[in-house]
């Protein structure tokens, strides 16, 4: 089973791929800096509210904020998948 970090770098490495395959352009979507989305890849135990409903809609639910935060926003349902 991954950790939490490991599936949250799973899920912005998903992202970045569904929005373009960079970076930049994942950050663009999510209205923040790139220099964020590199922080969050390699650094980032956890994210915020805030940012797990940018990458939902960044990735327009492909990535789903329950599967980022699962604690604030209840169970993963089976429509997403943050792989």
Do not use: W, Y
């Amino acid at each position: 089973m991954p950790t939490d970090r490991k599936r949250l770098v799973s899920a912005i490495e998903n992202a970045i791929a569904l929005c373009g395959g960079s970076q930049m352009a994942l950050a663009r979507r999510m209205n923040c800096s790139q220099q964020k989305i590199s922080h969050l890849l390699r650094h980032a135990k956890s994210i915020s509210a805030e940012t797990a409903l940018a990458l939902e809609s960044a990735t327009e639910g492909a990535i789903r904020r329950e599967h980022l935060r699962p604690d604030l926003f209840g169970a993963p349902s089976k429509r997403g998948v943050a792989k």
